[in-house]
């Protein structure tokens, strides 16, 4: 094509790139804001239905009507209080209309205008309250309800027992302190960041109390906390990230034409990132919320990348047309800049493999906007360069009076040149020893790969001064552990027919999960039932303590079905429940807790049981985080995995040699094995901000791989040794190198200001993986090229 054609071409291009990039911006501002109103987090719902923790999980909440609790309490939330039924009533009218009429407004005087303790209640009055309010609640009861329970008839306890059977569980270590418990419906649960606040408040405007003096700890509780802090990272470092970035952009290229170019479309690709989360149907979440800054960061490196091959081109020829000066960067930059970003959509595309549906979505959506940005860049960029150079020449910039950049520039750029030259002739002069240095580094950090740990917890992801850890640390002084953990016992009607010699078994189980060390809040059939005879007491008194058992769990109106500890399948088979907690540590390893716990029912039930006729199901929330945590973990080294295969195919593709792509992978796999390896070896766990991390990076590294196999390549056919084709290839590649990992690491250290601990995380991780791929694209790479291992690396151009 004619460079008259050529140069119509391109500004042609460059308006419809223009045109498109206003057609999508309000799309992506729009899009964006309806992604972030969509923010709903809920780990335990991430992973797939398919799998045997979640099923698990799922027929547990459709029998015990779920984990979706919230306990309220306050400070003088204690047994016999006048204040619970205040708080009681004040919220009774979310409840859905088919909710019972709690029974603690029995407790209501009549200076309310409400019933007497002891009259019946006059339940139209409350329930005529619900039709004008949402319906937030399946469920409102509290400890007092429970203690009256167990106070009257069948069961009536003493108030010593009860007390002493609620401990660590609805009442606190002083005898007094309990709480509410609200069971959340299904659109309360969606709802939960209006509901919550509506909710403390109306609590705290009937106790006098102020909002903030109500407690509350619960999953819903950490979900609308993940939702406020997720949230609050984007809106709070979005915009100092972008600033940041485009300052980098500018002091790299110095050019307003090619910054305000490669920024436009780096800012629209991000929004329509966030854009397509909603198009699609998804619900933002703690994990999506790092998707527009990598999307941001991974346009400005590749426009960097571009540019790059303009600017060389036209300092190394001042004179040339400025079509020509376009056309020639384009066709130096095609290529090497496509390779690179196949690989950066094959490492983001592995994390599909992902069994967290958020980081599947995350991997999918970010390497089609990898995509979108470059077509979108190549289309722009060489009508903005023809521009830039038009500009220049006409300024007098170009034609040999000063050079394409200012004086000052110029100056600034010979002192790095020569910097740089110094620094590259060091790295080269022992490369064999380098080479060796580094590989000695990656196998020794690698044995802490094995070492390596996931967490999925959720108050892991809040600082130690945030609102939830003061909540939690509230609730643990105030009344027992928090973290909970569910055991289903599935009892064989046929092998075990008698249900007292059923309970007789839950009553031990029971028993000896209480006498364990760290555990507590322990609640079961054992805590609604009378203490059974023993087997061989056929006493009088014995026979109607056992008849009055028999009736509370198999008679028509029995009082434990509504106990939520107790329930029969559909094939007749008794499932009893049992709940118990672990408290509050970041240190615990809830992990080996559970498995403790596990030991010892394993060996009471072998002992006390028939063979098969008893099934166990562990699930509620350390089970669901063990669960997603091995998860996690597996398909990490499963989407690494499958990253490093395709890139490392397509190496072997372009080089033509097994050897060579191998090779050429090492350097790409220096930063993930050494980065991870050491923080297997300081037992510091990888979270959901950091388990995506490794896959990205690859992709990422594997950019400055290619490019400098391409000049390498170019420089070993016009004749040089490897050595100093290996210096030249560093010399030109080595400047765009550091400033597109400048862009990418600066630019997303700034969620690592970020208190909220996954998006911290996810920033210091790329931060720490991008230098270190930088190391080992200036250190090794080079020393791998100019040693003997070279001749694998020149078979073919990679242009």
């Known amino acids: 094509m004619s460079l008259n054609r050529q140069k119509n071409a391109y500004w042609f291009q460059l308006v419809i790139g223009a045109l498109v990039l206003a057609v999508l911006a309000p799309i992506s501002i729009l899009g964006s804001q309806a992604a972030l109103s969509t923010m709903f987090n809920a780990p335990g719902l991430w992973l797939p239905e398919t799998l045997p923790v979640r099923a698990e999980y799922e027929e547990f909440t459709r029998r015990f009507q779920g984990q979706e609790i919230v306990m309220i309490s306050w400070e003088d939330c204690e047994l016999g209080s006048p204040e619970i039924p205040l708080a009681i009533a004040a919220l009774q009218k979310y409840c859905v209309p088919s909710a019972p009429v709690p029974d ?85 649960h969606y709802l939960r960041n209006e509901s919550l606040p509506r909710m403390a408040a109306d609590v705290a405007k009937a106790l006098g109390i102020e ?8 999953p819903p509780i950490d979900g609308a906390l993940l939702d406020h802090e997720a949230t609050a990272s984007i809106e709070k470092f979005t915009l100092p990230s972008c600033v940041l970035g485009a300052v980098i952009c500018w002091l790299c290229l110095r050019s307003v034409l090619l910054t305000f170019v490669v920024l436009s479309v780096a800012m629209i690709g991000q929004g329509m990132s966030l854009a397509v989360v909603h198009l699609v149907g998804l619900e933002m979440n703690a994990i999506l919320i790092v998707l527009p800054p990598l999307v941001f960061v991974l346009t ?16 190394s020829d001042p004179t040339i047309d400025p079509t020509a000066a376009a056309r020639r960067a384009i ?37 089609g906007s990898v995509l979108g940005t470059l077509l979108m860049l190549l289309t722009m960029l060489p009508g903005a360069m023809q521009w830039h150079a038009i500009t220049m020449q006409r300024r007098g910039l170009i034609k040999g009076r000063v050079q394409p950049r200012a004086a000052i520039d110029q100056r600034l750029r010979v002192w790095l040149d020569r910097h740089w030259q110094s620094l590259t002739g060091r790295i080269l002069r022992y490369p064999i020893a380098t080479v060796v240095l580094f590989t000695l580094l990656t196998v020794g950090t690698s044995t802490g790969m094995p070492l390596l740990t996931t967490s999925v917890n959720v108050p892991r992801m809040f600082p130690p001064d945030s609102l939830i850890h003061r909540d939690y640390q509230w609730f643990e002084d105030h009344l027992g552990p928090t973290i909970n953990a569910e055991l289903l016992v599935r009892m064989n009607r046929v092998m075990m027919p008698d249900i007292m010699e059923q309970f007789r078994l839950i009553r ?197 791989t290619i490019h400098l196999l391409s000049r390498y390549s170019v420089e070993m056919k016009n004749g040089q040794t490897r050595h100093e084709a290996a210096t030249e ?11 597109t990992t400048a862009v990418c690491a600066i630019s997303l250290s700034v969620y690592g200001l970020s208190p909220f601990v996954p998006t911290q995380r996810f920033a210091l991780m790329m931060f720490g993986l991008l230098s270190a791929a930088l190391i080992g694209d200036v250190f090794l790479m080079p020393a791998i090229l100019a040693s003997p291992l070279g001749k694998w690396l020149s078979r073919v151009s990679v242009e």
């Open 729 to 739: 290839a560093l010399r030109i590649c080595g400047p765009a190198m550091w400033q």
């Open 508 to 704: 031990d189980l029971d028993d000896a999960i209480r006498r364990i060390e760290g555990v507590g809040g322990v609640m079961s059939a054992r805590t609604f039932l009378p203490t059974p005879p023993a087997t061989e007491n056929r006493s009088v008194g014995a026979i109607v303590r056992e008849t009055n058992i028999r009736k509370q769990i198999e008679g028509d109106d029995a009082s434990l079905n509504r106990s939520g500890f107790f329930t029969v399948d559909e094939q007749g088979n008794p499932i009893w429940r049992v709940s118990f907690r672990f408290p509050f540590d970041n240190e615990l390893d809830y992990r080996s807790e559970l498995k403790r716990v596990q030991d010892i029912v394993d060996e009471l039930i072998e002992e006390l049981a028939p063979s098969d006729a008893v099934s166990l199901t562990y699930t509620g929330g350390i089970p669901m985080s063990t669960g997603s945590q091995d998860v996690l973990l597996d398909d990490l080294f499963r989407s690494f995995l499958a990253a490093f295969g395709v890139v490392a195919v397509v190496m072997i593709l372009l080089l033509r040699s097994v050897i060579g792509g191998v090779l050429a992978m090492f350097p790409n796999l220096f930063p993930t094995i050494t980065l991870f390896g050491v923080m297997g070896l300081i037992d510091m766990p990888l979270d959901i901000g950091s388990v995506m991390t490794a896959s990205v990076a690859l992709g990422i590294a594997v950019d400055a």
């Open 300 to 315: 400005a490196s590749a426009g960097i990348h571009l540019s790059n091959y303009y600017l060389d081109v036209i300092e």
């Open 331 to 367: 066709q130096a930059g095609y290529v090497p800049c496509w390779l690179a970003a196949i690989t950066t959509m094959i490492g983001l595309g592995s994390l599909g493999l992902v069994r967290l549906w958020p980081v599947s979505a995350f991997g999918v959506i970010a390497a």
């Open 104 to 188: 603690e407004l029995r407790y209501l005087g009549e200076e309310k205008g409400l019933p007497r303790h002891g009259d019946p209640i006059d339940e139209s009055r409350w329930l005529a309250a619900r039709r004008d309010a949402p319906d937030y609640l399946e469920l409102l009861t509290s400890g007092q309800a429970i203690y009256d329970i167990l106070n009257r008839p069948p069961a009536s306890f003493s108030d010593q027992g009860i007390r002493a059977r609620l401990a660590g569980a609805l009442v606190g270590p002083d005898g007094k302190q309990t709480c509410l418990l609200a069971t959340f419906s299904e659109a309360g």
């Open 211 to 218: 909002p903030a003096d109500v407690r509350m700890a619960g």
